[in-house]
């Protein structure tokens, strides 16, 4: 087993590289945008994961930079994806290019509570989540969402290892 030691002073390429070891599933997070527009704005994300149950909140991270950032702060909910073993491209799609492209031909619905989400066969869960908080962290923002309503599948997740979709473990 090759092992790499993290340089003297910190690197930060090399500290994107450690964390990219830690495999995450992949999911698209989609909203209304900001009016007049209301546009649908979405990106693909990873950094969704569990925070607790009782109440239900979950917790995703979003870039400074990301274009869809005004849109999220204000939005009062969204929905989160998780992506399956067959939607790939749906994760390269989400995550490049403009909005208008990411949903071109893409079939909408909405979740039971009005929060637009992507119609597909393909998805392991989905979450829509009220947006509750929203916290200024470094270069990201951290969103908290409580969860209102989800459902899930037997299918295999998408997996994202290393800069790389991988194989589902299975
Ligand atoms: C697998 C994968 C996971 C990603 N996870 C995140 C994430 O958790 N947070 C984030 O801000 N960007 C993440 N990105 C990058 C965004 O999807 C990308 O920057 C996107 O273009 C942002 O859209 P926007 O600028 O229109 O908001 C991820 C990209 C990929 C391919």
Request: a negative charge; one cysteine or more; aromatic letters at 10%.
């Amino acid at each position: 087993m090759s092992e790499q030691l993290s340089p003297p002073a910190f690197d930060t390429p090399f500290f994107k590289s450690a964390l990219s070891r830690f495999a995450t599933g992949v999911t698209v997070i989609t909203t209304e945008g900001l009016a007049p527009e209301c546009e649908p704005w979405g990106l693909t994300a990873s950094s969704f994961n569990t925070l607790s149950l009782d109440p239900p909140l979950i917790v995703w991270s979003l870039d400074k930079k990301a274009r869809s950032l005004p849109h999220f702060l204000h939005a009062p909910s969204y929905v989160i994806h998780v992506l399956g073993a067959s939607q790939e491209k749906m994760a390269k799609r989400f995550a490049m290019g403009p909005q208008a492209e990411r949903f071109h031909g893409h079939p909408l619905g909405r979740a039971p509570g009005g929060t637009l989400m992507l119609e597909d066969q393909g998805l392991c869960a989905w979450f829509e989540c009220r947006n509750v908080s929203q916290h200024e962290t470094g270069d990201h923002y951290l969103f908290i969402g409580q969860v209102e309503h989800c459902m899930h599948t037997d299918t295999a997740p998408l997996i994202y290892h290393a800069s790389k979709f991988a194989l589902t473990p299975r």
